[in-house]
């Protein structure tokens, strides 16, 4: 088993915010996050696939397969737009890195089977200080 991460960025902007809640509570759980004039964040996306050497071409995956599968699925759907307002897979979610990285799961397992490997992790980094890692949830 070999592992292949390819990395990729983009810009978008977000809220944290319950509707339900005042500014004042929001504020106090989601900090900087929940300002309701929005704010963006330079997001790292790094995709990791696994799988068997393909003897012939020597890859786990064709990387430019790879890098269009993201920029198709993930990419164009995120990049300098707002995660609340315009980006259908994560519609009715909270706009956390958690979330994101869960649904950006989703949108690439299928394209990445397709492609001749298995998705192993996404991970995102949000801030210089922060990031998320989703593996997935185990077959059973
Ligand atoms: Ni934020």
């Not at 393909?54 to 995660?83: A, F, M, R």
Request: charged share 30%.
């Amino acid at each position: 088993m070999i592992y292949l991460t390819r990395r990729e960025r983009f810009s978008a902007a977000h809220r944290l915010f319950r509707q339900e809640w005042s500014d004042a509570r929001n504020e106090d759980v989601f900090g900087k996050c929940s300002n309701p004039n929005w704010h963006g964040h330079e997001y790292i996306l790094f995709v990791t696939v696994k799988g068997e050497v393909n003897p012939e071409t020597g890859y786990v995956i064709n990387l430019k397969e790879l890098s269009k599968i993201i920029k198709e699925h993930i990419i164009e759907k995120l990049d300098h737009k707002n995660i609340n307002l315009e980006v259908d897979f994560m519609n009715g979610k909270m706009a956390t890195t958690e979330n994101l990285a869960i649904e950006i799961w989703k949108q690439l397992k299928t394209p990445v089977n397709k492609a001749g490997a298995e998705l192993h992790s996404v991970k995102i980094v949000e801030t210089e200080n922060n990031f998320v890692e989703y593996f997935g949830i185990k077959d059973l």
